[in-house]
T-cell receptor, first 114, second 115 residues
Framework: AQSVTQPDIHITVSEGASLELRCNYSYGATPYLFWYVQSPGQGLQLLLKYFSGDTLVQGIKGFEAEFKRSQSSFNLRKPSVHWSDAAEYFC????????????FGQGTTLQVKP | DGGITQSPKYLFRKEGQNVTLSCEQNLNHDAMYWYRQDPGQGLRLIYYSQIVNDFQKGDIAEGYSVSREKKESFPLTVTSAQKNPTAFYLC??????????????FGQGTRLTVV
């Protein structure tokens, strides 16, 4: 069965420090992968996506993610975190069958220390 | 501006009541989705519709119903059969008939609380 795992429920980093949020997926074919961000009480905003091609993808707000097929991972990174990055982050994989359904990880809450 | 509008933002339901959450999009998207979000569980799919007058159950459809009479609208009814309806509900849409090189756009959500 398809699944997404975000091993870290909660992460705290200092402002200006680097960030890596982990995402592992289980999927039989080439996956469509996404990272979304959610501020409290709000909807989800797409940070970046991977469909094919270059395995290092750039997104908005200075985020990037690297697709590693051998490790079934799609980790999100940012070189220098800003206080406004504090939010919940979701990794998702597109379900098979061209239905557009998304399978989400449990989410990682990022706290930024001043 | 194009987008997805969910209303109301907050909704309170008494035990045994049915309530309907609204989702409207002006993106001209074919496919629409309802997800439920609970703390620590990510988002789970309730129902989805890829075309007008057709919809499919997601992973947690029990206690919910939907309709898709217009392309722009995909309302979700939380029935009295849903035993634990308190959650944050998110509506999403995707453009195009096939899922290729597109991403889901989300509304701002409706928080439903049983009182």
């Amino acid at each position: 069965a398809q699944s997404v795992t975000q091993p870290d429920i909660h992460i705290t980093v200092s402002e200006g420090a680097s960030l890596e949020l982990r995402c592992n997926y289980s999927y039989g074919a080439t996956p469509y992968l996404f990272w979304y961000v959610q501020s409290p009480g709000q909807g989800l905003q797409l940070l970046l996506k991977y469909f094919s091609g270059d395995t290092l993808v750039q997104g908005i707000k200075g985020f990037e993610a690297e697709f590693k097929r051998s490790q079934s991972s799609f980790n999100l990174r940012k070189p220098s975190v800003h206080w406004s990055d504090a939010a919940e982050y979701f990794c998702a994989v597109g379900s098979s069958g061209n239905t557009g359904k998304l399978i989400f990880g449990q989410g990682t809450t990022l706290q930024v220390k001043p | 501006d194009g987008g997805i509008t969910q209303s109301p933002k907050y909704l309170f339901r008494k035990e045994g009541q049915n309530v309907t959450l609204s989702c409207e999009q002006n993106l001209n998207h074919d496919a629409m989705y309802w997800y439920r979000q609970d703390p620590g569980q990510g988002l789970r799919l309730i129902y989805y519709s890829q075309i007008v007058n057709d919809f499919q159950k997601g992973d947690i459809a029990e206690g919910y119903s939907v309709s898709r009479e217009k392309k722009e609208s995909f309302p979700l009814t939380v029935t009295s059969a849903q035993k634990n309806p308190t959650a944050f509900y998110l509506c999403a849409s995707i453009g195009g008939g096939m899922f290729s090189n597109t991403e889901a756009f989300f509304g701002q959500g409706t928080r439903l609380t049983v009182v």
